[in-house]
């Protein structure tokens, strides 16, 4: 799931505006948003997380999965 600014992804200091996931927690002036997806119906092997080296700085902060 690619972190797309405006879309999945925003500036965590100004107020929250990406389109595809809500602001889960707030504070003055910080937000921190959650995005929810839907897994195909395979087994999770592995989670990869990493930077692009854009200019957005990317903090995983929780990962839930259900069996």
């Given at each position: 799931?690619?972190?797309?600014?405006?879309?999945?992804?925003?500036?965590?200091?100004?107020?929250?505006?990406?389109g595809e996931v809500f602001a889960g927690l707030r504070g003055?002036?910080?937000?921190?948003?959650?995005?929810?997806?839907?897994?195909?119906?395979?087994?999770?092997?592995?989670?990869?997380?990493?930077?692009?080296?854009?200019?957005?700085?990317?903090?995983?902060?929780?990962?839930?999965?259900?069996?």
């Amino acid at each position: 799931m690619p972190l797309i600014t405006g879309r999945t992804a925003d500036e965590w200091a100004a107020p929250p505006s990406a389109g595809e996931v809500f602001a889960g927690l707030r504070g003055d002036p910080w937000h921190l948003n959650v995005l929810g997806v839907t897994l195909r119906p395979v087994r999770v092997e592995r989670i990869v997380f990493r930077d692009l080296g854009t200019p957005a700085s990317p903090v995983l902060a929780a990962v839930t999965l259900e069996r």
